[in-house]
């Protein structure tokens, strides 16, 4: 990838809003549960101040879209009290699937705008090249950046979702034996992101999660009517 410092801005500017919705599923589940920790510190919002982390919401995926490395990112976990919850083991499953939920439902919307789009104003059939390069680069790839976040926090990885929903779905034996991995998430999370790029070798997760985020993809569009 060519060093480009205008992609890389944008990308990175589609993520943090993407990241907002996808903290504030997290925080707005965590509310209608019983816990309003998030809310009590100013984390329901969509402000996207209030979610970032300077250097996992903003330094890392500058620096890896800049320079052709991992898009490695996160924003500040969001808090919650588990004592605040009637039952924390399923709550927290929910808690934890509301981002990945918000960022497909974030895809819908922003495929179903360009829908719109096209079927009120012609857009961009009867625009310029500029209008197009709109429809690609800001609503197209929103939508996918937006999957892709939705996906890569399912892995069943702490401290990804996908850990915390595992951990519900489990009945309590399984679960505490699970439970035993938490420790092994984050070295086995860098291994996967980073470990392909140095040996280099094709990421068979990060090729397996794009069969799913694609897939996802082609079937929104589908839904939507944009083919």
Same mark, same amino acid.
């Given at each position: 990838m060519k060093f480009d410092p205008f992609f890389?801005? &944008?990308a990175v500017s589609q993520f943090i809003v993407l990241l907002t919705f996808h903290e504030w599923g997290h925080a707005k589940s965590a509310n209608l549960l019983g816990d309003s920790t998030a809310e009590d510190e100013g984390r329901m919002t969509f402000n996207p %101040?209030?979610? &970032?982390d300077p250097l996992g919401t903003i330094i890392l995926p500058l620096?890896? $879209?800049? /320079?052709?490395? %991992?898009? /490695?990112?996160? %924003?500040k976990p969001v808090p919650v009290d588990p004592r605040n919850l009637k039952n924390p083991k399923r709550d927290l499953m929910f808690i934890a699937a509301a981002g990945p939920i918000m960022n497909i439902i974030c $895809? *819908?919307?922003i495929l179903g705008i360009v829908k719109i789009l096209e079927e009120t104003v012609g857009f961009p059939q009867s625009g310029s090249a500029a209008q197009y390069q709109i429809r690609r680069i800001l609503l197209f790839r929103s939508a996918q950046i937006s999957l892709w976040? %939705? $996906?890569? !926090? @399912? +892995?069943? +990885?702490?401290?990804?979702? =996908? /850990?915390s929903v595992v951990l519900g779905l489990l009945p309590w034996k399984q679960a505490q034996e699970f439970e035993r991995l938490r420790p092994y998430g984050m070295p086995i999370l860098m291994a996967i992101i980073f470990l392909? =790029? +140095? +040996?280099?070798?094709? !990421?068979?997760? /990060?090729?397996? @999660?794009? &069969? *799913? *985020?694609? =897939?996802?993809?082609g079937l929104i569009r589908t839904l939507v009517g944009l083919g």
């Open positions: 890389a801005i &944008i %101040a209030a979610h &970032i620096l890896g $879209t800049l /320079f052709g490395g %991992a898009f /490695f990112g996160w %924003a $895809t *819908v919307v976040l %939705a $996906t890569f !926090n @399912m +892995l069943p +990885l702490f401290p990804l979702d =996908g /850990f392909p =790029g +140095l +040996l280099r070798i094709p !990421n068979p997760v /990060f090729s397996g @999660m794009g &069969i *799913v *985020v694609y =897939g996802i993809y």
